[in-house]
């Protein structure tokens, strides 16, 4: 019981991991204008800020791969926990003491992302090693936690600033470095056992000689374009082509659709053992499909806004799925498989919405029809998983 008791101690501080990375990457964009009036940073710049953050994620994804087992998986993580609240905390202070408060924001930035791209390579395998049953239910509903950081970080934040006015955004910033900092001592304290045995993970070469390794790699870049694209371009569809306003927009795109894609994974967190997850996924990815088409053809808001928040949903299962059918498979994959599928889902996730982007600028500035290219990456998904099963049951067979 005492073991059982203290693996859910290791699950709770997983999930703050998530709710960390969730802050991490959606408080900062919140703070754009501010920073535009007080600091007369340019829109151009402001972009950087999002560019240097999921640039950092990526390097530190790859580093993983060969540097997380040398230093321990404890002590990483741990230090993901500090680098993030520091990162925070620096964040209410180094612009205004900076010459340059771009420069300082930036330094601010590079610092929790570091945090966030360890937290990302981490925080899967440490769930997959412990002895929970149904794992596949247990990382969905892990990745859920990320889903309710987004929606907690903008829904606390907006009502921090319509309280006390959004002068007082450093110290909105102080009071969320406080969750990753109080996280530092569950992670210090609770049970993380190895994903793989000492000297028995495969090494990079040997994963980069599987073929199915590079199906996985391509699933995960299906899955991070897939969510990714909606994501990033809901807000700026919902106000530029449906004609709502920006507070609806806001409410009814971004967050509706992280609602949506948190449910999906409770959901499968709850029930997945009753349901097959390849098949899950298919599904998921079919609907997928159908969502940007809805979105895209639009021609009442409600229609276009239905078709956002679906996506959600029909996202829910892809990383957290991709993650576990991969994990299933190489089981001696270790800490580089994880890391290479959270580098495979970060260049999803940056070539989706630039994809996106340029169709929409080559129709002439039109988002509705540039976010009909996104079919694209559910149909690799489906396609990907489709491979899987008609290679599981060759084998079977």
């Known amino acids: 019981m005492t073991d059982k008791l203290n693996y859910q101690k290791t699950k709770l501080a997983c999930y703050l991991g998530f709710v960390t990375q969730a802050i ?26 999002s560019v240097t953050f999921y640039i950092t994620q990526l390097i530190i994804d790859f580093f993983c791969a060969t540097l997380v087992d040398k230093i321990g998986y404890r002590k990483c993580i741990v230090i993901s926990q500090i680098a993030s609240g520091v990162g925070l905390l620096m964040l209410a202070f180094v612009p205004d003491i900076c010459p340059h408060p771009f420069i300082g924001i930036l330094v601010c930035v590079v610092i929790y992302a570091v945090g966030s791209g360890l937290i990302e390579v981490l925080v899967s395998p440490i769930i997959e090693a412990c002895p929970f049953d149904n794992k596949a239910s247990v990382m969905s509903l892990l990745h859920s936690f990320y889903c309710w950081g987004v929606v907690g970080t903008v829904l606390l934040s907006t009502l921090f600033f319509a309280v006390f006015g959004i002068s007082n955004w450093r110290i909105m910033a102080c009071i969320w470095a406080i969750v990753p900092l109080y996280n530092v001592y569950n992670f210090a304290t609770c049970p993380i056992v190895p994903i793989v045995e000492e000297g028995e993970s495969m090494t990079i070469a040997q994963l980069f000689k599987t073929k199915i390794f590079w199906l996985f790699v391509l699933l995960m870049i299906g899955a991070g374009a897939s969510e990714i694209s909606m994501a990033q371009w809901a807000s700026a569809f919902a106000e530029s082509s449906l004609g709502v306003s920006k507070t609806v927009g806001d409410l009814l795109g971004p967050c509706g659709f992280a609602v949506l894609m948190g449910l999906s994974r409770l959901w499968y967190g709850k029930y997945g053992e009753k349901v097959e997850l390849s098949k899950f996924m298919i599904a998921s990815g079919i609907l997928c499909l159908i969502s940007y088409v809805l979105a895209a053809f639009a021609v009442v808001p409600v229609m276009g806004l239905i078709g956002c928040m679906l996506c959600g949903f029909s996202v829910g299962i892809m990383w957290p799925g991709s993650i576990s059918i991969s994990s299933a498979r190489l089981p001696k994959g270790g800490t580089a498989l994880f890391a290479f599928l959270a580098l495979a889902g970060d260049l999803g996730g940056a070539a989706g919405p630039a994809v996106v982007g340029s169709v929409s600028h080559l129709l002439g500035e039109n988002l509705q029809r540039g976010l009909l290219a996104g079919i694209g990456f559910p149909l690799l998904l489906v396609l990907c998983v489709a491979i899987l099963r008609t290679k599981v049951k060759k084998v079977a067979s």
């Open 24 to 49: 991490l990457a959606n408080f900062a964009p919140l703070l754009f204008m501010v920073f535009y009036k007080s600091y007369h940073i340019s829109f151009a710049d402001l972009a950087m800020i």
